[in-house]
C-alpha cells in the first residue's frame, strides 16, 4: 500500500508545481487552472501504477518541456513556455529591484 500513496504524493505535488507555474500565464489565471484541473481529471480513472507513472512523466515532461517523455502535449500548454514565462518574470522583478540603486 505504500507505492500508491506515494504515487498520490507525487502526483499532488506536480500538479501543485504546474498551478504555482501558471500564475503568470498570458491567457489568465483562470483559464490555465481549468484547463490543468481538466487535463489531471481526466486520468482520474487511473489504477494501474504504470499508467499512473506515465501521467506523472508527461506532466514533469509539460513542466519542463524535456524531450525524455514520449507523449504528445497540447500546444496551448507548452511546458518550456510555461516555465520561461516564470523565470522572465522573476528575471525581471529581480532587475527592476537592483536596477533602482
Do not use: C
Amino acid at each position: 500500500m505504500a507505492a500508491p500513496t506515494t504515487l498520490r504524493h507525487q502526483v499532488i505535488h506536480i500538479y501543485k508545481e504546474l498551478l504555482f507555474l501558471g500564475r503568470e500565464y498570458p491567457q489568465g489565471f483562470d483559464y490555465y487552472r481549468k484547463r490543468l484541473h481538466k487535463a489531471f481529471a481526466s486520468q482520474q480513472h487511473l489504477t494501474d501504477e504504470d499508467q499512473i507513472r506515465k501521467g506523472i512523466a508527461r506532466a514533469e515532461f509539460v513542466k519542463k518541456g524535456s524531450p525524455r517523455s514520449q507523449f504528445h502535449t497540447s500546444p496551448k500548454l507548452m511546458s518550456s513556455e510555461i516555465e520561461a514565462l516564470y523565470y522572465l518574470k522573476r528575471y525581471r522583478t529581480l532587475r527592476q529591484r537592483y536596477d533602482k540603486t
